[in-house]
Each structure stands twice: as C-alpha cells, then as structure tokens.
C-alpha cells in the first residue's frame, strides 16, 4: 500500500471511532446495538460512510466478537451478516493460525489486552469458501466516555496480491542463488577433472566432495561417488531414504553411479520438490564429467600398457613415426621419417625440429610439442604445406608418452600422407553438396512459393515471410524484421518481426523447438493458428519504429528509392538516424533487402544472426533478395484481393441499401395514400359525430322525457365517443405529432401507467407482475406519447382476456439498449395474422379502428427503437419494445440513474 492509501485508511478509521464514540457519549450503552443507529445519533451521513467505503470496516469487542462488518467486507470474506454478528472473528474471517505457524487466535486475544500495539497490522485471513487472504488492518480502539476499553475498529484493505509478488520474488532470489551454487560447483569439479596430471583417487575424493555444495540444502546433503569396487565418499556420507541417483556412463557403458543423500528430512514449500530438476540435471552433468574423466584416464593407462608395443611397432607401420623426451628432442623415429629428412634414423638422436625444418614451422612444431606436454591431450590434426610446388596434406597424431608413474616423459608422433584422399574427398563433397544445394535451394522455393499461395491474408504472408527468412530448414537467419511503406505517405512503418530480444529467450525457444523438431510446413501452421501469441515482444518493439525517407544517405531511402540491397558489417557507414534505429534492433552486422513488386518498393526486409554472430555472405544476401522476390509478389496480390473484396463489399451494402430504399418508397406511398384518405374521412364526419354528441349529453343531463330512453341516450353518446376515438387514431395516424425528448426514467413511466390502468385490470380481474431492474439510465423520450403506446398495449391485453388473467412487464438493460417487454395470457394472436398486425386498419376485433399498433411502431420508431410481437403457444402474447440509451440524434441522455424508482415490484 502507498502512503497515500494509508493515511486515507487511518484517516477513516479515526473518523468512524470518533462517530461511534459519540454515539456512546449520546446514550447508546448497548454495544451490540446496530453501528447505523449509533450513527444516527452521531451524524446522519454515517451510514453512506461506512457502507461507501471500498474497505473493509469491522467492529468487534476486545474478546473478538464481532459486532459490525459492512457490506464490503460481507462481500469481500463471502459471509451473510448473519453469519458473522455475534460470532468470534478466530475461526470465522481469521485462521487459527496462519500457513507460517504464527497464532492468530494469540493475536487477537493481544489486540483486544493492548490495542495501542496494534495500530497497524498484517496477517493472513480467511473467506468463507476456505481461500487463504493478506489484509492489511488499521485498528483503532473506542472507548466509552469513562475512559473503559468497549470495542475495537478495524478498517481493512486487500494485500494479497502484493504479499504473493513479494512471495514470487523472494523464491525467484533464492532459486537464483541456488542457480550461482550450481554453477560455482560445476566450475569447481570442471575444473578438478581438467587436471589430467593429478591423481585419480585425489581427484575422485575432491569431486565428491564438492558435490553437495551445489545442492539446496548443502550443510545436510552428502554424497557418494561409486566406480566399480572403488568408493569415495563425502564428510559425514549416510544412507537414508531421501536419496537421489545418478549412473556414471562413457562410450556408451555404465562406470559407476552418483548417489546424493539428504540425513534428514527437509521440510518443503508446497509445490518444491525435494530434488528439484535443476540439481538432478547439474548431477547428470556431473556424472557425464566424471564418465568422461574415468574414459580418459583408462585411456592414458591403457596406453603407458602399451608403450612397449608401440616401439616394436614402429619400423613395421607404413606411417612416418618419431618419439622425443619432454623438451622435444629426437631420441628415435622409424625409417620412413629418417627417409624423408635424408639421414638415418640413428642419426636423428638428440637434435630438434630446429636442425631440420625451417625456423617457422620449427616454431609451430614445438608449440605443438609443448602444448601436448603440459596439456597431457592427444593432438590429432591435418595440416597442408608446399612441396616441390605441389600442396599436401598430412594427418598428424601427436600423443604424450608417460611413465609407471604417469608423469608425461615424451612426445609419440605418426604423420602420414593423405594428400590424394583428401583431393577425392573435397572433390566428392564439393559435387553433392552442389547437387544437394541446388535441389535443397530448389524444393525450398517450391515450398515456400506454394506456402504463401496458401493463404491471401496479408496478416498471415507477413509471419510466413519472417518465419521462412529465419527457420532453420530455409534460410536460417536468427532474426528478421519487415518494415512496409505506408501507402501515399514518405515513410516506413515496422510491421511484424520475429526472434528474441535477448540471448537466454533465444536459447530457451531453441531448446523448445529442439524438443519437438517441425517441417517448415508444420511451421507455417503452427504459427497460423496463434499469429497473435508468436515473437509479441519484438514485433511490439518494430511497431514502435518509424523510419522517415528524407534522408537520400540513408541506407533505407536508398533501399527504397534505388532498390539496393545492403550487407552491412560495420556501422561506419551509417547515419546517425540509421544508427539509432539499428541499435534498437541489435546492432551490426546484418542484411537489408527491398521488397519490389513491378518495379514499386512496398518495402524492406532486415535479417541478422544476433544470438550465433555467423557471419553473414554474400550468398545469404543473394538468397534473400531471391526470397524477397516471391514475398513481395505474395503481398501484392494480397493488397489486391483485400481492395477487391472491398470493392464487392461496397456494392454489396449498396445493393442492400437501394433494395432498402426501393421498399420504404413503396411502404411510404402506400401510407400517404391511406393518410391522406383518412385525412378526408375524418374531416367528413368530425361536425355531424360533434354534434350528435353535443345533443345526446344534453339530453342525458336534463333527464328522461317524454319518449326519450336514458339507454338509448348513453348508447348513443358511447357510439360518438367510440367514433371520436377512432377519428382521433386516423389523425393521429395520418399526421403523427413530433416527440418531445426529454430525459426520463422509463421504470416510473411503466408504474404510473399501469397505476392509471389499475381501475380497468380490478375490474376485469387480471392480475399485474412488475419485473423492473433497477439501474436503468434515464433516456431520451417523449413521455406521453411512450404512455400512450403503454396504455395501447394494456387494453389490447384487456380485449384478450375477458374473463381475467395475468399481465407481466418487464424492463431489462442490455448493453446499450433498454428493454421493455408487456406479456398476457390471453387468446393469442392466429398465425395467418402475424404478418398484417402492423398494417394499418387491420384488425381482428368487431371494433376498433385497427390503427393502435400501428401508432405504436410510429411512435417507437421516431425514437429510433424498434417493436416485436412474439405469439406463444398454446396462448398468450408478448410485445418488445427496445429503446436506445442514446438519444436518436446520437447524444447520449446525460441524467443521473435513478434510486428507487426503477425497483422491481
């Protein structure tokens, strides 16, 4: 936590105890009395204090007990108010003890003694489903007005995630230490077994002893090392059953065994292996060491064996044999290296490269000389020089010669001509290796012309050109960049990239790919299937990079606009901007080949061998630029077909929207025609329906007289208020009034309507179910006419449903539309009408002027929603209304949500 978040803690903590100090000085003895009536006494915003808080706010007597949690931390724990009032916090929202052994129960106890101890601590918690949790705790302690300790106030905050970081952090130091313990183990025992002049069993005995240093608990670790009937063990070595082992193999046969042993038990993290894979691998290592110095050592013995063989061999081999001591003087060789020194092989006793060869290349052989003396190594090498104007080449084995004791005493030399084996051999390999070249290079373009035939997503042929420029079964870069220009603007944009930033990340792909090798093919699917997941870190560095072509030094413009290609080893070259955007990439040496298309440059593609340092050739530059040639043809016909695509789109949507067209022109005439004829109709019959009206309410309001019937009367003033409503629906219909948007809440416009209807449904005994959501924004609309259409759909429910029933609505938010849906159980709308219910003067009642859906649609419509009705089965029928949060022109309704007024009923 920040200082910041806790001074805003502390601050709210002293805050809610002064308020329920208060409340204790006002009368509130009882402390179990809920915290909000205390704070009623105290102050009236408490409540929202508390209950706003985004901390956890907990009250508890000095035993535990708690007396108040707010919401929050209801939440947060996962606990009913129930569930915790009343109850001791050990055992509820605090462990026992903590994963550490540390007691808790202790703690609490202690907090409620001295509170002054604990004005802020950490300690691990625990919810209700069992899931361990680190809360940060500021207490304060609330006294009564005597000075007596009554409570104590805990305002919380969430650490868990942060303890887990530093959790993470502390065991990723202690595994890097336990890496440096492993490597400085492995350097010690490399270099005890390079020591080829030291005695075995010293040697032996010191390997094993510096074997448990590498280990992770070394002070309790020991080890054996076993080969054949020889032992050697470490200080303090014990048998017990936590024992890891490991054989010790050469050439392919078992020559002993490592065992590493714990004496005893190592209490572990949960998780942590007792042998982790890191000591088990750094032992392997060991012991391929160990097998391959135990190799070496019998070699060198069996050869000190076989010395005496070896001189009575030496006149009857074919090669050219010689034998010095220690400081490289002759003292014998076999006649056929006499022979081509022109002396007898007596009389090369005691003299030394120096009397025979020039002066440089006695130099040379003496170096050789020396270095096998001190180093104890075989030297096998092939070496050419000039003879008579012609090159040979002669195999040389230089070995040392040692005593009983193992002592090096000598040198043993074997040269031999193999000049004309080594021409037949570098003429064959040159011929296959031309042959396999031209067919690899071959098969190679073949596939990967087809590959990017594969596929015209541009997203796509980018990956497949990086991954082609940089697997290893193509062209073998260890990285590649591409960098397109962006179409009517003077620049490059870098695009895609792929390969690793650093040298462990190379490593660590390497080994994985190595683990299960793929074909460049299974390679292009691979990363087709996760594009998105594939080298993110580098290709999020090259997106970063804008190369401008203003500068006509630049090796970009001249790429671009001269279309070169550039093999660069060094950055004298290079400008100051270029420098800068290489640096970024890796540096030098690296390949830059234009991306060309019928003569246009779409732009580069960068290689670099970053992580093995190869040297880049001139024929790696002539291979990319082939390959380069297929790549750019594949993006363009990519631009093509995405242009394309967009073209058929265009005509598409303007197909659609002509259709669109052609059939509201039609709709439209159609409803000015029936407007306008309702128009007439209206103005034909409004002055006589006014009149017969007027008499007929005149007549009923002075009485029954003479011959006039009272029901006649109300049957005559009922008929001219049916006929002025349907008047009032034709011109409604046929002149629709514009809304009036004002923001509103459409919760208590469905409530005031359905109260205003309330008379008409107890009447008709149908029943009414409110489903509101509460949280529904204010919207934009025209509050009577949205009334009307409500009170449209109720009657028509009302007409469905003489004999009684159930009305529903509902509102519901969904995303950025508010649903408002009315149901009833009534008869139902028959199937052949579905289709005609909007048209106007439908209807399937004796009366009515089959205008009232249609006025609805017209009303939902300009508030740019839009009406369903949904007929179900066996009965019943359900109207949807959406209405836009946004307001039709697009702005959105700025007006707070409402409290109450939009609760479910």
Known sequence: MTQDHIKQEESLTAHI????????????????????????????????????????????????????????GLSFFGFRADELLGKNVVGTVVPQTDTAGRDLAAMISDIGRRPEQYVRNENENICRDGRRVWVSWTNKAVYTPEG???????????????????????RRTRELGERVKELNCLYDISRLLSQADSDFDHVMQAVVALLPGGLAHADMACAKITLGAREFLSAGYKETAWRFTCPITADGMRRGLIAICYRQKIFLENGEALFPDEEKNLVGIIAEMVGHFVAGWETAEALRQSELKYKTLFESLPQKIFYKDADAVYISCNSKYAADLGIAPEAIVGKTDYDFYPEELADKFREDDRRVIET??????????????????????????????????????????????????????????TLQCSQAELN???????????????????????????????????????????????????IVATGALTLDEAYQTWARMAEKPQTLTELFQSHKRDISGHDAAITSLVQQIKIPLTDQGSIFTRAVFRQQSFNMLSTAELSMFDRSVIGCLG????????????????????????????????????????????????????????????????????????????????????????????????????????????????????????????????????????????????????????????????????????????????????????????????????RDLVERVLINLIRNSLEAMPDGGIITATSTLQGKWVRVETSDTGQGIAEENMDKIFEPFFTSKATGSGLG??????????????????????????????????????????????GNGGAAH
Request: one cysteine or more; a negative charge; glycine letters at 8%.
């Open 444 to 494: 190679l373009k073949n596939e990967i012309s087809e590959l990017l035939l594969t596929t015209r997503d541009l997203h796509e042929i980018l990956h497949m050109i990086l991954i082609a420029a940089t697997a290893k079964e193509a062209l073998g870069f260890n990285r590649a960049f591409l960098f397109l220009m962006k179409e009517n603007e003077n620049f490059l944009q870098g």
């Open 587 to 782: 540096g030098v040496p690296f390949v830059l080949v234009p991306l060309i298309s019928r003569g246009r440059t779409l732009g580069v593609l960068i290689a670099d061998n970053f992580v093995t340092g190869n040297p880049i050739g001139q024929d790696d530059v002539v291979r990319l630029g082939a390959f380069a040639n297929h790549a750019s043809l594949a993006i363009e016909n990519s631009r093509l077909y995405e242009r394309l695509k967009e073209k058929v789109t265009e005509l598409s949507l303007a197909n659609e929207e002509l259709s669109a067209n052609r059939d509201k022109l039609i709709r439209y005439e159609r409803l000015s025609v029936v407007g306008e004829m309702a128009a007439k109709i209206a103005h034909d019959i409004r002055n006589p329906m006014t009149a017969i009206g007027g008499f007929a309410r005149r007549m009923l309001k002075k009485g029954m007289g003479e011959g006039i019937s009272g029901n006649y009367l109300q049957i005559i003033v009922q008929e001219v208020e049916r006929l002025e409503k349907i008047l009032g629906d034709i011109l409604s219909f046929s002149k629709p009034s514009t809304p009036q948007f004002k923001p509103d809440d459409i919760n208590r416009i469905i409530n005031e309507t359905y109260a205003l209807m309330g008379p008409e449904l107890e009447r008709q005994q149908v029943q009414l179910v409110k489903h509101l959501s509460p949280g529904i924004p204010f919207i934009l609309l025209d």
């Open 853 to 898: 859906l249609t006025l609805a649609m017209q009303i939902i419509s300009s508030h740019g929603g839009s009406m369903d009705v949904v007929r179900h089965t066996p009965c019943g029928t359900s109207v949807i209304i959406h209405l836009p949060v946004q307001s039709p022109a697009g702005q959105s309704a700025q007006a707070p949500i409402p």
């Open 376 to 433: 104890g190594n075989m030297l096998d090498m092939e070496e050419t020089s000039m003879c008579d104007g012609s090159e040979i080449t002669i195999h040389t084995i230089k070995t040392p010669v040692c005593d009983e004791t193992g002592r090096r005493i000598g040198i043993l030399g074997i040269f031999r001509d193999i000049t004309q084996r080594k021409l037949m051999e570098r003429e064959k390999m040159l011929v296959e290796s």
């Open 17 to 72: 105890a002064s308020l329920r100090s208060s409340a204790a000085g006002l009368g509130a003895s009882d402390t179990q009395l809920p915290m909000a009536q205390f704070a009623q006494a105290a102050e009236p915003d408490y409540g929202a204090i508390v209950q706003s808080a985004s901390s956890i706010i907990l009250c508890m007597r000095t035993d535990g007990t708690v007396l108040f949690m707010n919401d929050f």
């Open 148 to 170: 007596e300790l009554r409570e104590i106030l805990c305002v919380g905050n969430d650490i868990t995630v942060r303890r887990e970081a530093e959790k993470a952090l502390e």
